[in-house]
């Protein structure tokens, strides 16, 4: 089975093709650059970069697999949850190439393709195993028990932690995305510079918000040059205090659950210094560590042309009337 994966939830442009014998064939990703201006992504002007970059786009993508349309079985979508308007595109698209080449449509959740870009190359993880899966607009720990099946043990009450890098780098003026700029700089640098807090709200939920005032305040209560001379300092200190929230309440749920896998997913799965501390954290207690290429942590179409992939050879399919969902919750093989 050859299926054709569509991503499309927020400002990058993706499709793939993934094969049941021989793996992910190919992997194009179109990321809007008109965006950095603002400071972070414009639905608008997102949906309208999908129109005119989701045809060439697959088009790409099928010819680095020496393919044509005509050898696709499947096509596997973003559904939700991300931006209306961006997914409307990605699922039209979608929707049509099914419809014309009458082969089955798969809609797939955003992150239950991230937590499925620990799939795409072998050796795959064992069940059960726990997901932490960060990105620009999710921080959230889930208990995966087997194949397309979930449980949700915690999310953030406000940001996430993706948001948070973002909002500190628009504060600082390092440009968006944030993550990146922040992690180039924050590299080497003193992570004790400033003692900021890390929020304690109960069981395996996150909240970051208080963390991003607080790097507020410290930095308005200080002098221009002090701040600009000290940056990548605090910089160190902010991303330190991420990581400690993050591996904190990881680190929790593997204890409590008695699991010894742990999957990293997700844009911040990227990060160099969360991915040297779960590192570290498995040496030192002995679990498991899967943690995917930084190529497929951030929003791309091979992680949902696999997450399809596994629905299709389950028997589970999408209606022709599948429609995007901005709020779309993580449902697992049993609905």
């Known amino acids: ?16 093709v993934y094969d049941t014998e021989k793996g992910l064939l190919s992997l194009v990703i179109s990321s809007q650059m008109e965006h950095a201006e603002f400071g972070g992504v414009v639905p608008e002007l997102a949906s ?50 099914a419809l014309a080449r009458n082969i089955p449509l798969i809609g797939v959740h955003h992150i239950e393709g991230h937590i499925y870009s620990n799939f795409i190359a072998e050796p795959f ?8 899966v960060v990105s620009g607009g999710h921080t959230e720990l889930i208990m ?12 953030t009450r406000d940001d996430a ?67 600009r001379c000290h940056l990548a300092d605090i910089l160190a200190s902010f991303q330190q205090a991420v990581v400690q929230a993050l591996v904190e309440k990881t680190l929790k749920a593997l204890t ?11 844009g911040v799965a990227a990060n160099r210094a969360l991915r040297d501390r779960v590192s570290a954290e498995a040496c030192r207690l ?13 929003d791309n179409a091979a992680m949902i042309a696999r997450a399809g992939h596994e629905r299709l050879m389950s028997g589970i399919t999408s209606p022709l009337s599948l429609s995007p969902e901005a709020r ?8």
């Open 1 to 16: 089975m050859t299926v054709l994966g569509i991503e499309t939830s927020c400002d990058d442009t993706s499709a793939a």
């Open 48 to 97: 309208r970069a999908h129109l005119s970059l989701i045809l060439p786009v697959i088009d790409q993508a099928l010819s680095k697999a020496n393919l044509i349309l005509d050898d696709i079985d499947s096509i596997a979508v973003t559904a939700g949850p991300g931006l209306v308007g961006s997914l409307l595109v990605g699922v039209s698209a979608g929707k049509a190439i």
């Open 125 to 132: 993880p064992p069940y059960p195993s726990i997901a932490l």
């Open 144 to 155: 995966m028990k087997a194949p397309l099946e979930y449980e949700v043990l915690g999310k």
């Open 161 to 227: 932690a993706g948001e948070a890098f973002d909002k500190i780098a628009k504060l600082l003026g390092l440009g968006y995305p944030g993550g990146p700029a922040i992690e180039k700089k924050a590299h080497g640098k003193n992570s004790s510079f400033v003692d900021f807090p890390i929020s304690k709200v109960p069981g395996y939920e996150f909240s970051f918000s208080g963390l991003k005032t607080a790097v507020k305040v410290y930095v308005n209560g200080k002098e221009e040059a002090f701040v």
């Open 256 to 266: 409590d659950y008695h699991v010894d896998t742990l999957l990293l997913a997700g």
């Open 286 to 298: 002995g679990f498991t560590l899967f943690e995917p290429p930084i190529i497929y942590c951030t």
């Open 328 to 335: 779309l919750p993580l449902r697992g093989a049993k609905g």
